[in-house]
Structures are given as structure tokens and as C-alpha cells.
């Protein structure tokens, strides 16, 4: 089945520090992929996404591209701020074609940016 | 715009009670999803609703929970009889379908404790 691995937390940064999340995953068909962010307190949000090989998908300074030889979607982001400091969370959908487009998610990263 | 409304947002509940979350898409989406986010882990899809019709139900532990959307809008979710291991975030999300990727709006979740 289709799976997602993003690299273990926590991730701690200074502010203006590059970021980079990694992110792989496994499907059996061609997914779109999504990186969502969880504030704290607060639900999920989408992030930002790419629904085909070599997309790139960009929102608030955070980039990622879809790799497909590499079956990777790592999270990066030149500068860093305070406020960027939450759980993101690599996920994949539609793999399967159909009506089912359910996330399949990863564990998650703790992000905590220091001043 | 008003979002995914969920209630209650947290509820304690000794094991072998029974407990239920309620969830309100945003207007006019279709799809309905019920996730489960154990700590430390991305959320699991436990159930997908079109209007009301289940589309997969394949992660739902069947023997204790349920769920319905019986005119297509809101949702319920039951667990009877709870166990220790149901102590998680539930997450509803809704999508309008006929975008590309059916981009998912999450609510705030309900966190359950089970004692």
C-alpha cells in the first residue's frame, strides 16, 4: 500500500536558517503530494502541493518538488522565521485513481524556530 | 467563508463508555472524511464519505465505531465501547471533488482521552 517517510523531529533552527525537510514516499500509481502545516492549536492546513513528476509547488516562502525518480518531496525554505515553528506533515493522495482520494500521511516534524 | 466545524473539541471518557463527535463540512463539499491522529503519528483515514454514501471504510475498526451522514451534510462519529488505545485527535476534513487533487479542509479535531 502507499506509505509516506518524512524525517523525525524534532527539527530546531535558528531564525534566518535554511530549511529542509525530507520527505519519500511509496505508491503504486502517480499521487499528488502535499506538505501541511499544524500550528499550534490550531487544525491542519495545506501547505502547499504538486500533482505531477517535476512540479513545483511553492506557498509562504516553503518550496518542494515532485521527484519521481527519487520518489521524494522534500520541504525547504532559505529563511526561516519564529512564527514558521510547527508539525508538518508530508502527505500523498489519489494514487489509486477512482473517487478515493484519502491522505496517507507521515508522522510529522516538529519545527520550533528560535529567535 | 465558515470552515469545518467539529464539536466538542475534547472529551474524557472512562473505557467501555460510548462517546460521539460531530462534524459540519463547509457548504456544498460532498466529501466527508473521518481521520484518527494517534500522538506522534499522521493522521489515518478511518472513513469517506460522497454525499451519503461510504466510499471506504476500510480502516474502520467496525466491531466499535460508526459513523453516518445520513442526509449528506453532517457527520457523526461513535465509538462504543471505547478502549484505551482510541485516546487520539479525531480530524474531520471536507473537499469539493472535481478539482485536480480534492484539496482537503481540515477542522480543529475533537481530542478524546480515554482513562
Known amino acids: 500500500g502507499d506509505s509516506v517517510t518524512q524525517m523525525e523531529g524534532p527539527v530546531t533552527l535558528s531564525e534566518e536558517a535554511f530549511l529542509t525537510i525530507n520527505c519519500t514516499y511509496t505508491a503504486t500509481g502517480y499521487p499528488s503530494l502535499f506538505w501541511y502545516v499544524q500550528y499550534p492549536g490550531e487544525g491542519l492546513q495545506l501547505l502547499l502541493k504538486a500533482t505531477k513528476a517535476d512540479d513545483k509547488g511553492s506557498n509562504k516562502g516553503f518550496e518542494a518538488t515532485y521527484r519521481k525518480e527519487t520518489t521524494s518531496f522534500h520541504l525547504e525554505k532559505g529563511s526561516v522565521q519564529v512564527s514558521d515553528s510547527a508539525v508538518y506533515f508530508c502527505?500523498?493522495?489519489?494514487?489509486?485513481?477512482?473517487?478515493?482520494?484519502?491522505?496517507?500521511f507521515g508522522k510529522g516534524t516538529l519545527l520550533t524556530v528560535n529567535p | 467563508e465558515a470552515g469545518v466545524a467539529q464539536s466538542p473539541r475534547y472529551k474524557i471518557i472512562e473505557k467501555r463508555q460510548s462517546v460521539a463527535f460531530w462534524c459540519n463540512p463547509i457548504?456544498?463539499?460532498?466529501?466527508l472524511y473521518w481521520y484518527q491522529q494517534i500522538l506522534g503519528q499522521g493522521p489515518k483515514l478511518l472513513i469517506q464519505?460522497?454525499?451519503?454514501?461510504?466510499?471506504?471504510d476500510s480502516q474502520l475498526p467496525k466491531d466499535r465505531f460508526s459513523a453516518e451522514r445520513l442526509k449528506g451534510v453532517d457527520s457523526t462519529l461513535k465509538i462504543q465501547p471505547a478502549k484505551l488505545e482510541d485516546s487520539a485527535v479525531y480530524l474531520c476534513?471536507?473537499?469539493?471533488?472535481?478539482?485536480?487533487?480534492?484539496?482537503?479542509?481540515f477542522g480543529p479535531g475533537t481530542r478524546l482521552t480515554v482513562l
Open positions: 464519505f460522497q454525499n451519503n454514501g461510504v466510499v471506504d
Open positions: 502527505a500523498l493522495s489519489g494514487s489509486s485513481g477512482g473517487s478515493n482520494y484519502k491522505l496517507t
Open positions: 457548504s456544498g463539499h460532498a466529501t
Open positions: 476534513a471536507s473537499s469539493f471533488p472535481g478539482s485536480s487533487y480534492n484539496e482537503q479542509f
